[in-house]
């Protein structure tokens, strides 16, 4: 069985086509790469045009607030519908490294969950330290009229449920991979496999054994691996089920094993 890396930037690894080309080698099949402002998401479109197997999101990440114009979310609906974009976002809040007002950060974060309601795609969710305003937008917004991810989940059991209720899924990144993820790994237990996406956040949170250098969607196996190993249940499994979630939820086509 493929995987499906489910988040990844590939227009921020040095040579993106060896990487994607290492992925395929590694049982990678599918690549979903995330825009997180107006020319990376059109760089991810470009990357979904030239390389079989990669599909792309439109997106503001929170950081990016500050490149909000008034024709912004137009020139997104349009570049989503000219490449068939699999999800908005990379779009959330951070509250984290707090590089952008916040005010400002829930004001593009409620435009782009409008934008998903009008385009029917899911969304692709940052969630850094802010999880009960994140929360309280999706379930305002009417985001479960859609669904999406909330990508490298960091939050605790109660805010797993909540999202999962939603209709959310949860992104599983290199973190689980840790030694000090205790928590991750007894998290995921308490959640629906069918519920659990596994992702690289490429190139930040390289996994064990790669941490300290670029992460690159080759190395999701090795998340998948830990979260098989977590859950006391085969890779077998986890590749089917976490594959499956993401055709689902991103609309992806079957890939031949």
Known sequence: MKLVDTHAHLDLLDDPAAAFERAKQAGVGQIITVGIDLESSRRAADFSRDLYGVFCTVGLHPHEVSKVGPDLWGEFKLLALTVSAVAVGECGLDYYRDLSPRHLQRDAFAAQIELALDLGLPLVVHDREAHSDVLNMLAKGGAERVGGVVHCFSGDAAL?????????????????????????????????????????????????????????????THTHLALAKALGVSPEEVAQVTTDNARRLFSLPYMED
């Open 160 to 220: 797993a449920q909540e999202l999962v209720s939603l209709g959310f899924s949860l992104g599983i990144t290199g973190v689980i991979t840790y030694k000090k993820s205790d928590e991750l790994r007894a998290l995921v237990k308490k959640v629906p496999l069918t519920k659990l996406l596994i992702e690289t956040d490429c190139p930040y949170l390289s996994p064990m054994p790669h941490r300290g250098k670029p992460n690159e969607p080759a190395y999701v």
